[in-house]
């Protein structure tokens, strides 16, 4: 079976001009129907005709384009189809949203808001509609708004708690810390319905389910990973090393239930000081490669990393110099799922805003174009008060080996006025990571064949129920915090 998640590395072939045109002003069914066109036309014929030295060339060779663009244009038709899934909010609705949210909150403030690019929306079948996480955006970024939430939630504490392990980490070297985790991963009530129900149309009692659950993998920073129990057996484990680690299920469920584990693993963060470090004058080439689609060495990128690191010969200061373009630059800004975005790394470089993983990819290729070897990582960010999901990246020097680069926490520091740490995550991380993740889309083992509902990374796990990935409303997954005991 094919893996549809490998089209994805196609989408920086384009789109024919229709569909291009259709789904930049938002027509996502008849985009989709232009689509459906293209592909059900005849691509056996898409594979050039052998020509004979000297003879004359084919009639009509690979009328249709390169293969590629099938995949491009399948991976493209889910694109359209999930971008409704997420934008969602009609333009009078955002607005009564935000005076339900925000006291005294004005039309004109709305309006201004809008000029100003703080909200991201799209037209959707000519209606202008906001994401739906465009109110969350705005009080987690602009201070004004959130001052005058009318129920502001419970804050969360901000990197800056990180200041102490900072401190032992400059003494000892290290800091450790003991952890405990009780995940889950499984499909919504709703969502089990809606398939059951089709399941039985079909004169089946029962939905195929496959989930996978991401797990602690062996890296550096972890240690003493045991997995203590499952909700049941998993048909498969990963091994630790998977760029890309999980918990493989395969069942036939009648009854909707989630799948589960409880983990458990000791986390250590080496304290680095990369600005005083020698470099070798030669270092390695590995990790150095572009990756489609979103570690695309683009024209923008390449320019971008040309004058960030201009006039510089060691691979430290280059680095860093990236690092603080990243970290002072870029706004943080929620975005819509990875899924439906051609290119997150270039969109960064362009526009200046994105999430913790956003921030990471584009430190990522900004290093790769600049000759320093650079990873992802990826999993949760396990705190005592909250467990969440988030990005990071890795840099590597010779001869002092593999360092952190956490550039979504060194601009919150920098956003603090906290320089000291924002520094520290140019280096360094803390205590509070669970690490499954050390590829940015790599498949998983064994692999899922449908379309992920995020493709690049395995913060929560993902769930194919009948042969379907299932995406946004029809997941729903679980993080609790058992222990964590700093050593």
């Known amino acids: 079976m094919k893996n549809l998640n490998a089209c994805l590395a196609s989408l920086n072939l384009g789109l024919p001009d229709d569909v291009r045109r259709l789904k930049e002003a938002g027509y996502y069914t008849e985009a989709i129907a232009r689509i459906d066109a293209y592909l059900a036309e005849d691509w056996t014929k898409t594979q050039n005709q052998p020509v004979q030295p000297g003879g004359p060339l084919p009639e009509n060779p690979t009328p249709h384009g390169v293969d590629a663009m099938r995949d491009a244009l399948l991976a493209q038709r889910e694109i359209l189809r999930r971008l409704p899934l997420d934008y969602t909010v009609p333009e009078a609705q955002a607005l009564e949203l935000l005076q339900s949210l925000v006291r005294d909150f004005a039309p004109e403030e709305f309006r201004a808001l809008d000029r100003a690019g703080a909200m991201d929306w799209r037209f959707v079948e000519g209606e202008k509609r906001y994401i739906r996480s465009f109110a969350e955006t705005l009080l987690a970024t602009h201070p004004e708004l959130a001052a005058r939430q009318i129920d502001p939630p419970q804050q969360h504490p901000s990197w800056e708690r990180y200041e102490p392990e900072h401190e032992q980490m400059v003494r000892t070297g290290a800091v450790s810390a003991d952890i405990t985790l009780e995940t889950s991963i499984g499909m919504s009530d709703e969502a089990f319905a809606a398939a059951l129900a089709a399941a039985k149309q079909q004169g089946r009692s029962t939905v195929h389910i496959r989930a996978w659950l991401p797990l602690p993998a062996a890296c550096p920073a972890q240690s003493n990973i045991t997995l203590d129990s499952f909700t049941e057996p998993p048909t498969c484990i990963a091994p630790e090393d998977a760029a890309q680690r999980t918990a493989y299920w395969e069942a036939d469920l009648a009854e909707n239930r989630p799948f589960g584990a409880v983990y458990s693993y000791r986390t250590t963060a080496?304290?680095?000081?990369?600005?005083?470090?020698?470099?070798?004058?030669?270092?390695?080439?590995?990790?150095?490669?572009?990756?489609?689609?979103?570690?695309?060495?683009?024209?923008?990128?390449?320019?971008?990393?040309?004058?960030?690191?201009?006039?510089l010969t060691d691979p430290v200061q280059k680095a860093k110099r990236i690092y603080d373009?990243?970290?002072?630059?870029?706004?943080?800004?929620?975005?819509?799922?990875?899924?439906?975005?051609?290119?997150?790394?270039?969109?960064?470089?362009?526009?200046?805003?994105?999430?913790?993983?956003?921030?990471?990819?584009?430190?990522?290729?900004?290093?790769?174009?600049?000759?320093?070897?650079?990873?992802?990582?990826?999993?949760?960010?396990?705190?005592?008060?909250?467990?969440?999901?988030?990005?990071?990246?890795?840099?590597?020097?010779?001869p002092h080996g593999w360092m952190y680069a956490d550039c979504s926490a060194g601009a919150s520091m920098a956003r603090a006025g906290n320089e000291k740490m924002r520094l520290h995550y140019f280096g360094n991380l803390d205590t509070g990571r669970m690490v499954a993740n050390r590829a940015l889309c790599a498949p998983f083992d064994p692999p899922m064949c449908s379309f992920r509902a995020d493709p690049c990374d395995n913060q929560v796990g993902e769930v194919e129920a009948d042969g379907v990935g299932l995406y946004g409303e029809q997941?729903?997954?679980?993080?609790?915090?058992?222990?964590?005991?700093?050593?």
């Open 325 to 398: 373009y990243v970290t002072l630059n870029t706004h943080y800004h929620y975005q819509p799922p990875y899924f439906v975005q051609e290119n997150i790394t270039d969109g960064c470089a362009h526009n200046r805003r994105g999430d913790c993983g956003i921030m990471a990819s584009t430190f990522i290729v900004l290093c790769r174009l600049a000759g320093i070897p650079a990873q992802w990582q990826s999993g949760l960010v396990v705190r005592r008060e909250m467990v969440g999901c988030h990005d990071w990246a890795a840099f590597y020097i010779a």
């Open 270 to 311: 080496r304290y680095a000081d990369p600005l005083h470090m020698q470099a070798d004058p030669v270092q390695p080439d590995f990790d150095t490669q572009e990756e489609l689609p979103h570690l695309e060495f683009t024209p923008y990128l390449r320019a971008l990393a040309t004058q960030l690191t201009q006039g």
């Open 475 to 487: 997941l729903q997954w679980s993080q609790t915090l058992r222990r964590y005991e700093t050593l």
